[in-house]
């Protein structure tokens, strides 16, 4: 079985653009979150949806948005990019209540 | 809040060694504990989990007992291999992973020698 998928790799932005994360579940999993990793930390969680409805959101400014589609897939806006924003952004999917299963994760860097 | 507390890395131990990372956690109910797992250039995986306390999750030789009564989550294996190396997570989550996301802790750099 396919594992959680994301899309871009690698992106490179500058400073102010904005920038669309794309990831898609494990089949049958209709829950998402998203998490960003910065070098040398931890994953810190950013939004968790469900059925399309938002569930959850972490310690995030408002240029952070997501959304998640009927197919259970789901984006990642980021706007107004700052320096900070690059980091490793990972993606999660899971049945409601258990545990999650991560995806390769994209890197953005910002310049 | 809640909180993930890890033993910083890096931790270089030698092949066949016995191994322990330690986490501790701060949380305001009664969570769910999870250990994942980073290879280079990889995402997380889950390692092992435990739901209540006194629970032990175990997976490919690695072991952690979910302790309430110290608020800790140690990670173990008897006999560590060079394929070990990695990044190790400790984690929590107050709805078993659910709408309030996991909290992580910093991560512990495992390096195995031959």
């Known amino acids: 079985d396919a594992g959680v998928t994301q899309s871009p790799t690698h992106l490179i932005k500058t400073r102010g653009q904005h920038v669309t994360l794309r990831c898609s579940p494990i089949s049958g999993h209709k829950s998402v979150s998203w998490y960003q990793q910065v070098l040398g930390q931890g994953p810190q969680f950013i939004f968790q949806?469900?059925?399309?409805?938002?569930?959850g959101r972490g310690n995030f400014p408002d240029r952070f948005s997501a959304r998640q589609f009927p197919n259970y897939s789901s984006e990642l806006n980021v706007n107004a990019l700052l320096l900070g924003d690059s980091a490793l952004y990972l993606c999660?999917?899971?049945?409601?209540?258990?545990?999650?299963?991560f995806g390769p994760g994209t890197r953005l860097t910002v310049t | 809040g809640n909180s993930v507390t890890q033993m910083e890395g890096p931790v270089t131990l030698s092949e066949e060694a016995f191994l322990t990372i330690n986490c501790t956690y701060t949380?305001?109910?009664?969570?769910?504990l999870f250990w994942y797992v980073q290879y280079p250039g990889e995402g997380l995986q889950l390692l092992l989990k435990?739901?209540?306390?006194?629970d032990k999750g175990s997976n490919k030789g690695f072991e952690a007992t979910y302790r309430k009564e110290t608020t800790s989550f140690h990670l173990e294996k008897g006999s560590v291999q060079v394929s070990d190396s990695a990044v190790y997570f400790c984690a929590l989550s107050e709805s078993g992973g659910g709408a309030d996301g996991l909290t992580f802790g910093k991560g512990t750099h495992l390096i195995i020698q031959p």
């Open positions: 949380a305001t109910g009664y969570p769910s």
């Open positions: 435990a739901t209540k306390a006194d």
């Open positions: 999660a999917s899971s049945l409601p209540t258990y545990e999650q299963y």
């Open positions: 949806y469900y059925e399309k409805e938002e569930r």
